[in-house]
Nanobody
Framework: QVQLVESGGGLVQPGGSLRVSCVASRSILSLNIMNWYRQAPGKERELVAGVSGGGNRNYADSVKGRFTISRDIAKNTVYLQMNSLTPEDTAVYYC?????????WGQGTQVTVSS
């Protein structure tokens, strides 16, 4: 069992930056992969970025070059640094952890990009 708690969402102007965090209840090295997903109103949830236990990272094409996923192993925390934000990035951002066939989700944090 893994509990995930996101934080750091909020309102930001277009072109601005924001960092969201996800704290896991156990060592993230014990997890196969940790992901950030997002879901905008009326749209399906989509994968934004992921980092494997070995440190390999992947990104959706829509965020490559703007978003960076990172982790602090000592703090059991995964971050998503978001730069050059646009209104199209507005969504609830969810942390997801996968291990041994199980999938766990956080409660989500709202990110709103608006002037």
């Amino acid at each position: 069992q893994v509990q995930l708690v996101e934080s750091g969402g909020g309102l930001v102007q277009p072109g601005g930056s924001l960092r969201v965090s996800c704290v896991a209840s156990r060592s993230i090295l014990s997890l196969n992969i940790m992901n950030w997903y997002r879901q905008a109103p009326g749209k399906e949830r989509e994968l934004v970025a992921g980092v494997s236990g070995g440190g390999n990272r992947n990104y959706a094409d829509s965020v490559k070059g703007r978003f960076t996923i990172s982790r602090d192993i000592a703090k059991n925390t995964v971050y998503l640094q978001m730069n050059s934000l646009t209104p199209e990035d507005t969504a609830v951002y969810y942390c997801n952890a996968r291990t041994n066939g199980d999938s766990y989700w956080g409660q989500g944090t709202q990110v709103t990009v608006s002037s």
